[in-house]
């Protein structure tokens, strides 16, 4: 099994990718908090190149306070960009530079996680582990074949974390079902899984014995964009 | 005795003749060209016929094809979008120099750009007709139009568009360009039956410019005409075929 | 038409891939496109999803060329559609306006972003008065304001049917939060849920020998004569008068007794329900109304409602200055209900700022 244990002399640099909508950045925003907590200096690179402004930028201010170092264009940064195209905060090639552990948040696109070539350093990184993130309700990831397809597109993942979720309506058969396909097409492919996530909400009701897997149980920040 | 019916193309739609362009205009010569190399090539049946705005709509019912209207300079796009959807029609669009070269530039380059498998014929007559002659991208230097009424002066508007240079310039060697004039029917004709060809063939892009005139805005008489259109503009804008897949230019 | 589908899945997405897939679903054909945010993704997956469903897709050199290639694309009998917003949908009113001229069925995804002119790319509700009457015509179109992701999917497959039924243009008007947000849906095949989709069907291009077999055709879009003109717009505009009943479509709630009657359109409908709720329990007499149609607008429906309610005051909370507004006033014309607003132009409308503006008003 993967883990994330790593000696303590080596910092953390990890980078999460997946599809649109998969829920990368909930769980790269959990990540850098758990790290954080356990007294790590954590840097949280926002790298959506895609859609800069609509991600991150609206939680920035509350993330900030929460003593990590956000690497992520803030409203007010945005102005005068105008549309919001292929934009690279100047900070972000160089987030390896900063001390401590970096968590990579890569927007989706075609390009997966060749985003990652825009950092400095990323792929000579010894550290560095790229985690996809898939939610099986996605419809380009809602079975095991199209979940292997996609996970084959990527290109380089040295791990996948298993976020089976419908929003508010997601029961437990659905995050059951969809973790099990993906799981399947992960095994498949011979890439180790990470753990699986699932939203605090469910804490308390999943039998311990569910899974012979780990599970992280995640906390939900981005219902406090607007949207 | 009755005098013989002229010959007419049978692609010609007969209800609309005689038809609406003004005496001595050249559209009805570059429109006999196509018609006969629709004939010649039989697909009257397959070709859908696209007017722009400008004199070129008095062509809209012109054949007996399938044909449609569209807004001024957009005769590209429309065309296009047909020939995408259905790749088996044969898709001609029929435009003025304003149309192609000004308002609807963008999709002219563009669509030569991603090799569209259309035919684009231009008409060039150095002004906008219907409007009632003011100064095109064709118009020559020191000629005097509606809005250029001491010459156009190119240091102010610049100088004639060079249509088939540029885009012999961006389209690949599958595309066919030329620049034809009324006042050699034959080669015309034979300009266009290729650049239909190219297309039939599924080669690339197919553009056409033909040398016409315009009497009736030139305020010319029959000789001045036929002198403007032979010497004045053929100075200017050079006839022959820039780039032929099907066989050798004879420039 | 081949299961894009199959069995009915909840999914989790976001509004510009249910489009995609809505149209897919749907059984467009071919896209016309061309980058403007926040529509951009849909474009995206459609590119991603049509080589595997044998789709067509062009990105085109600005909007005005992506409008016209699928009125040409429509004209040759294919299911095409656009999708724009902002500035791109200024430059589309001219291909749309050829769109109601010669009854071309097509279909464009509007997601409003802010504006005047570059405005945001984020979102507005000021698209309203654009979508509903732009262009140099009558406003011949039908538009659909959607509130959710299930109805982006739901009215997209309704458009396209509504499209080639009627033969009018067909708007689907949502706005960046509705394109960004992620939100669970349930998708479909049309077939499944017993929705019979409308075969598209060529104007040019007809097959057989001209002459022989048929006429040749000559689509028409400009007339010579005033009258020839007049007698062509009346005649459409009788057409899309009577289909005006089959057309219109509303959420009405809580207006049996309603004191004040809150309403709005899009996103802001959701902001808008929840606060009637919150009313209600503090013991205000809050209803909602809430056109789906903006064009056909439900005028008569709204009328209805004022009518059996005796409601005081119209509230008309809105992402823009007014445009739902006047659209509201002149459908209504005669009638003496007090009307006040919330606008806030290129800004999101919560609960909160509802019910605070309906005590402030009563």
């Known amino acids: ?227 | 005795m009755s005098a013989p019916a002229p010959a007419m193309p049978k692609s010609w739609y007969v209800p609309s003749k005689p038809h609406k362009f003004c005496p001595g205009c050249g559209h009805g010569i570059v429109l006999k060209a196509l018609g006969e190399a629709i004939d010649e090539l039989g697909i009257q049946d397959q070709a859908i016929f696209g007017c722009d705005i400008g004199c070129s709509l008095l062509s809209w019912d012109f054949f007996a094809c399938d044909s449609t209207q569209t807004h001024h300079g957009r005769t590209t796009p429309v065309m296009v979008g047909i020939k995408r959807s259905r790749p088996e029609l044969i898709c001609i669009g029929y435009m003025g120099d304003g149309g192609g070269y000004s308002i609807g530039s963008q999709h002219l380059l563009n669509s030569a750009v991603r090799n569209e498998r259309v035919t684009l014929i231009l008409v060039n007559n150095t002004n906008y007709g219907m409007t009632g002659g003011q100064m095109a991208p064709t118009t020559l230097p020191g000629q005097k139009t509606e809005t250029t009424p001491y010459g156009r002066d190119p240091e102010v508007t610049g100088y004639p568009t060079m249509g088939p240079e540029f885009i012999a310039a961006v389209t690949p060697d599958s595309a066919y360009v030329a620049r034809g004039t009324v006042a050699r029917f034959k080669q015309l004709k034979k300009y266009i039956k290729t650049a239909l060809q190219n297309q039939i063939a599924g080669n690339g892009f197919s553009f056409v410019e033909v040398l016409s005139t315009c009497p009736t805005n030139w305020r010319t008489n029959a000789q001045q005409t036929w002198n403007f259109l032979e010497d004045e503009m053929e100075k200017q804008f050079p006839v022959g075929e820039l780039k032929n897949p099907l066989g050798k230019g004879d420039k | 038409m081949p299961n894009v589908i199959g069995e009915p899945k909840k999914s989790f997405m976001t509004g510009n891939e249910t489009a995609a897939w809505a149209c897919l679903a749907a059984g467009a054909e071919i896209m016309f496109g061309y980058p403007i945010t926040p529509q951009n993704e849909i474009m995206h997956y459609w590119t991603r999803l049509a080589p595997k469903y044998d789709k067509g897709f062009l990105q085109t050199e600005d909007e005005l060329s992506a409008g016209f290639t699928v009125c040409g694309s429509v004209q040759s009998g294919k299911k095409a559609f656009t999708a724009t917003a902002g500035p791109g949908n200024v430059l589309m009113q001219e291909p749309f306006g050829m769109a109601e001229a010669m009854r071309l069925p097509l279909l464009a995804i509007i997601q409003q972003r802010g504006g005047p002119s570059s405005g945001t790319v984020v979102y507005s509700q000021q698209e309203v008065t654009l979508t509903t009457f732009g262009g140099n015509g009558e406003g011949m179109r039908i538009v659909y304001s959607t509130a959710s992701h299930q109805e982006i999917y739901d009215y997209i497959i309704k458009g396209f049917n509504t499209a080639w039924k009627y033969r009018f243009p067909v708007f689907i008007l949502g706005d960046g939060y509705q394109a960004k947000m992620r939100e669970p849906l349930e998708m479909y095949d049309p077939e499944d849920r017993g929705i019979e989709m409308v075969k598209p069907y060529p104007l040019i291009g007809l097959g057989g020998e001209i002459g022989k077999d048929r006429e040749a055709e000559h689509l028409c879009n400009i007339y010579s004569l005033e009258e020839e003109l007049y007698e062509v717009v009346m005649k459409v505009a009788a057409e899309y008068e009577s289909i005006q009943d089959n057309l219109v479509e509303y959420s009405e709630k809580n207006c049996e007794d309603a004191d004040v009657i809150i309403l709005s359109h899009g996103v802001v409908s959701r902001a808008a329900e929840d606060a009637m709720n919150i009313l209600r329990a503090q013991g205000i007499k809050a209803g909602y109304f809430r056109p789906i149609t903006l064009r056909p607008y439900p005028q008569q429906q709204l009328r209805d409602a004022i009518a059996k309610s005796g409601a005081k005051v119209l509230l008309c909370a809105e992402s823009a200055y007014g445009q739902l507004q006047r659209l509201t006033k002149q459908e209504l014309y005669g009638e003496t209900i007090k009307m006040e607003s919330l606008f806030m132009p290129g800004v999101g409308i919560i609960d909160y700022d509802i019910v605070e503006k309906v005590k402030s008003v009563i």
């Open chain 1, 1 to 227: 099994m993967f883990s994330f244990t790593s000696n303590s002399s080596q910092r953390i640099v990890e980078a999460f990718v997946g599809e649109y909508a998969s829920g990368k950045s909930e769980i790269a925003i959990n990540r850098a908090l758990e790290l954080k907590d356990q007294g790590h200096k954590v840097t949280l690179v926002d790298l959506d190149t895609v859609e800069p402004f609509y991600t991150l930028r609206v939680i920035s201010k509350q993330l900030w306070e929460t003593g990590l170092n956000i690497i992520s264009y803030n409203r007010e940064d945005s102005f005068g960009l105008g549309e919001t195209g292929a934009m690279l905060k100047p900070a972000a090639r160089w987030a390896l530079m900063n001390e401590g552990d970096v968590i990579l948040d890569i927007g989706y696109g075609v390009h997966g996680a060749r985003t990652l070539n825009l950092v400095e350093g990323a792929f000579e990184s010894p550290e560095l582990c790229i985690i996809a993130v898939i939610n099986g309700t996605r419809p380009m990831t809602n079975s095991r074949a199209r979940t292997r397809e996609f996970l084959e597109e990527l290109g380089r993942v040295d791990a996948v974390i298993l976020n089976t979720h419908l929003g508010d309506q997601t029961t437990l058969d659905i995050i059951i079902e969809g973790n099990q396909f993906i799981r399947e097409a992960a095994e498949e492919l011979g890439v180790p899984i990470a753990y699986i996530a699932i939203s605090e909400d469910f804490r308390g009701l999943i039998p311990a014995d569910q899974w012979d897997l780990p599970v992280k149980y995640i906390k939900r920040y981005m219902p406090g964009a607007i949207w």
